[in-house]
Nanobody, 125 residues
Framework: QERLVESGGGSVQAGGSLNLSCSVL??????????MAWFRQAPGKEREGVAT???????SYADSVKGRSIIFKDKAKNFLFLQMHNLKPAKTAMYYC?????????????????WSKGTKVTVTS
């Protein structure tokens, strides 16, 4: 059974950068077919997609992070990464990585089969 473990959360000042990583543990069935994504959930708000990457490495981003975030993966080692730059206090949230086997880029929460426990990112002003 696959499980996702994140690292890299923490506190950063507004305008700063933060890198998140997500390791897929427990063996990955059909790894060539993975869709992978980062989501975030701010206090009192719904979980929303941040960035997603498909089985061939093409990425899509939420409008709010375009130009300030990069998602990429190490397919051989089953790692997923998110680089965030020029962070703003509004981006304070719990960040989650997720995978499913659709293979495309998408932010459909219900379609993602496995989720990480989340890592907290705090952006201070």
């Amino acid at each position: 059974q696959e499980r996702l473990v994140e690292s890299g959360g923490g506190s950063v000042q507004a305008g700063g950068s933060l890198n998140l990583s997500c390791s897929v543990l427990g063996g990955v069935r059909d790894s060539y077919a993975l869709s992978m994504a980062w989501f975030r959930q701010a206090p009192g708000k719904e979980r929303e997609g941040v960035a997603t990457i498909d089985r061939v490495g093409s990425a899509s981003y939420a409008d709010s992070v375009k130009g300030r975030s990069i998602i990429f993966k190490d397919k051989a080692k089953n790692f997923l990464f998110l680089q965030m730059h020029n962070l703003k206090p509004a981006k304070t949230a719990m960040y989650y990585c997720a995978i499913d086997w659709r293979g495309d880029r998408h932010f459909e929460r219900r379609a993602y089969a496995i989720w990480s426990k989340g890592t907290k990112v705090t952006v201070t002003s």
